[in-house]
């Protein structure tokens, strides 16, 4: 298993700002994972970050809006850019089990953002 | 990414036993079923995950019939700290494979 943390754990922000969400794991894996949790919402997957290259964005989210860094083997961030009230979720990570069940992720308690 | 249906909501009273049903009518033959588990304020929780009839784990039993278009999660007397949201998963079992969450299943349990 895996133990993630975030910092932080939620903020308020003034629209037009920035705010860089921090994901610590406790061992090393290669593959990270970004979510975003609009209230009352599931979940959508913002970006893959592998260690060593650039991170893998799904439809909808681009990087200069939703810069991702992969520092290395147990770090990442994620940085809201000039935010809305619209970015208003919850972000989570996750990363990949790669020991244990195929497929099993497991994830950071989020950070929840409220963009005013 | 085969696409999951599920009820959006379900009452269930203490001791008594939930089936949630999924529906995954385009699964793919490279395709497992996973199921996660989501507290408030927390992130999702891995439950169960299978591929064909029956997988049971101390938390969970998980059944699949053979035309694998849907399973059924079974959780087994219910308690009140098993209210949360249940999302059933569809997508192949490798490595870096990405997570596609639909909408939930929300189970309030009550007294």
């Known amino acids: 298993s895996a133990v993630i943390s975030q910092k932080p754990s939620r903020d308020i922000c003034q629209r037009g700002t920035s705010l860089t969400i921090q994901c610590q794991v406790d061992?090393?894996?290669?593959?990270m994972f970004w979510y975003r949790q609009q209230p009352g919402q599931s979940l959508t997957l913002i970006a893959t970050a592998n260690q060593g290259s650039e991170a893998t964005y799904e439809s909808g989210f681009v990087i200069d809006k939703f810069p991702i860094s992969r520092q290395n083997l147990t770090f990442s961030t994620l940085t809201v850019s000039n935010m809305s009230p619209e970015d208003s979720s919850i972000y989570l990570c996750?990363?990949?089990?790669?020991?244990?069940?195929?497929?099993?992720?497991?994830f950071g308690p989020g950070t929840r953002l409220t963009v005013t | 990414l085969a696409k999951t249906t599920q009820p959006i909501s379900m009452d269930s009273y203490e001791g008594q036993e939930v089936n949630i049903t999924c529906s995954h009518n385009n699964i793919a033959t490279n395709d497992y079923i996973t199921w996660y588990q989501q507290f408030p304020s927390q992130g999702p929780r891995f439950i169960i995950q299978g591929y064909k009839t029956k997988v049971t784990n101390e938390v969970a039993s998980l059944f699949i019939p053979a035309d694998r278009k849907s399973s059924t999660l079974s959780l087994p007397r219910v308690s009140l700290s098993d209210t949360a949201v249940y999302y059933c998963l569809v997508g192949e079992e490798s490595a870096g494979n990405m997570l596609t969450f639909g909408g939930g299943t929300r189970l309030m349990v009550k007294p």
């Open positions: 996750s990363v990949e089990d790669l020991a244990g069940t195929s497929g099993e992720q497991y």
């Open positions: 061992s090393q894996v290669t593959m």
